[in-house]
């Protein structure tokens, strides 16, 4: 069993930028990001292929959003600029093994989960 654990949440104003990042306990293969805000469904923030050759982007955050992701230290990074008041949410960070598939913005893809990380964007 792989632990994540997201770090780099906050509270930031419209604009802002912010930085989370997400360290395995051990290899994952497939990773992305999803966030929930209060009373909505988890959803696809973004992903990135095990070399790193193929990025997924949810329309909402195209252009906005970078993830990165270093295999030799088990890290993944999520760069937020442009920050808006609809990116409040938790954040977190998901992981699976290279056997479980689906496609990058689904939930089954992912059998590890973080914890979570609040990010809030006021106006």
């Known amino acids: 069993q792989v632990q994540l654990v997201e770090s780099g949440g906050g509270s930031v104003q419209t604009g802002d930028s912010l930085g989370l990042s997400c360290t395995a306990s051990g290899r994952t293969f497939n990773m992305g990001w999803f966030r929930q805000a209060p009373g909505k469904d988890r959803e696809f923030v973004g992903a990135?292929?095990?070399?790193?050759?193929?990025?997924y982007y949810a329309d909402s955050v195209k252009g906005r959003f970078t993830i990165t992701r270093d295999n030799a230290k088990n890290t993944m990074s999520l760069q937020m600029n442009d920050l808006k008041p609809e990116d409040t949410a938790v954040y977190y960070c998901?992981?699976?093994?290279?056997?479980?598939?689906?496609?990058?913005?689904?939930?089954?893809?992912?059998?590890?989960w973080g914890q979570g990380t609040q990010v809030t964007v006021s106006s």
């Open positions: 998901a992981g699976g093994p290279v056997s479980v598939s689906g496609a990058p913005n689904s939930t089954s893809r992912y059998v590890y």
């Open positions: 990135m292929s095990w070399g790193g050759s193929r990025t």
